[in-house]
């Protein structure tokens, strides 16, 4: 601000920047957004916009690069867990969307292991769906899965990031069983976005809707994806805060709503994305965090982890502290620059600190070696 003596916008607001080195966290502001990303969100401030005709459009141009049927730009990724539970339980229907939350005589129970049980399950239910626990803590069996559906599963939800975990049925199965019976699966796929295959395996994988959360992949912390089946994504957005607005619909998703910046910025984001050179952006990540292990060298009782451990880049570095006699220790480590200002935020699991450069800007991975060199000499 014009006069401002302080070093930053949030200073002059008057909250402490933060260094981030923990990763895509929404309570950290989730990512930052590359210079052709906020020219285009500046951009699309010239005009105003028809949104109706910006989604639709945004949809198409976004399910071409990721090779679903159709795609529907939403406010987070939890959004579109909740837009995909809403469009599995009332479809295209208008009585049924206008009746949700109240799930009354509709299909309204969301399948998901037990094993696989996590915090963002939550978000199905917002829209009235009821989760029902399949297996149980040793894991879930093909058998068990296909008793489990019946004639009130609106929909079975898997959560991509525990794919591959014991006791854990692959999406493929997954998928298989459910349709079987006509039953769609829907998948949290929030950070799932790279390699890029790997990203466009979940359309491939004939899940019929995924989640991504546009942080992840250089947009916005607000936004994120509802791709997959096009009857379905049309229910999505029927039920969406544009679709409250133009179709007379009563739909519960009026709250969800986006900026035209904000939909314009997933597209570039993810144009962008699919055309980043990931091995530079890997090794500039190695980069950082060999820095800051080198500037740690020296200091007595710490052990220093870069990982993935191998010979391909590193993106993040474990340094375990080993606790003091008089109680310093790596929680003491992490108050310390906490309360720095910058404010420097990193893991901490018990003795070990976590240390993520990928939300790190460049440049700043000295500000934290300098500071957690002098945390760890104190």
């Given amino acids: 601000m014009a006069g401002s003596t302080t070093t930053s916008i949030f200073e002059d607001i008057g909250v402490v ?6 990763g895509h966290q929404t309570v950290l502001g989730g990512s930052q957004l590359s210079p052709r990303v906020r020219a285009a969100m500046e951009e699309a401030n010239r005009y105003f916009v028809d949104m109706g005709a910006l989604l639709e459009r945004s949809g198409r141009l976004i399910a071409e690069t990721l090779g679903a049927e159709a795609a529907y730009v939403t406010p987070g990724c939890a959004a579109a867990l909740a837009l ?6 009332a479809g295209r229907d208008p009585e049924k969307i206008g009746q949700l939350p109240d799930t009354t005589g509709l299909k309204n129970e969301v399948l998901i292991q037990t094993r696989s049980r996590y915090k963002y399950d939550r978000c199905p239910t917002i829209v009235g769906a009821h989760l029902v626990e399949v297996g149980d803590d040793q894991g879930t069996s093909a058998s068990q899965l296909e008793a489990a559906i019946g004639p009130r599963t609106a929909c079975v939800l898997y959560f991509a990031k525990a794919q591959g975990q014991p006791g854990i049925l692959s999406l493929d199965e997954v998928v298989e069983i459910a349709h079987r019976q006509s039953v769609p699966v829907l998948v949290d796929a ?3 976005v790279f390699p890029l295959d790997y990203m466009r395996g979940f359309p491939r994988s004939g899940a019929d809707l995924i989640g991504f959360g546009s942080k992840y992949f250089g947009g916005p912390n607000s936004a994120g994806i509802l791709c ?9 957005s029927l039920q969406g805060f544009i679709g409250f607005e133009s179709t007379g619909s009563r739909s519960f998703g009026r709250p969800l709503k986006l900026d035209r910046q904000e939909i314009v910025a997933v597209v570039v984001a993810l144009r962008e994305w699919f055309t980043l050179d990931h091995d530079a952006r890997l090794r500039g990540y190695d980069r950082m965090v060999r820095t800051i292990a080198d500037r740690l060298q020296g200091l007595p009782s710490i052990t220093v982890t870069a990982l993935p451990a191998g010979p391909g880049p590193a993106t993040h570095l474990d340094v375990t502290v080993q606790p003091r006699s008089n109680g310093w220790n790596a929680t003491e480590v992490v108050r310390l620059l906490r309360d720095s200002n910058p404010s420097i935020r990193v893991g901490v699991r018990g003795d070990v600190l976590s240390i993520s450069v990928e939300t790190v800007t460049p440049g700043d991975e000295l500000v934290i070696a300098d500071r957690l060199r002098a945390a760890l000499s104190a």
């Fill in 17 to 22: 920047p933060v260094i981030n080195a923990v």
């Fill in 84 to 89: 995909g539970t809403a469009a599995c339980i």
């Fill in 190 to 192: 929030a950070g799932e």
């Fill in 228 to 236: 997959g089946r096009a009857d379905l994504v049309e229910s999505a």
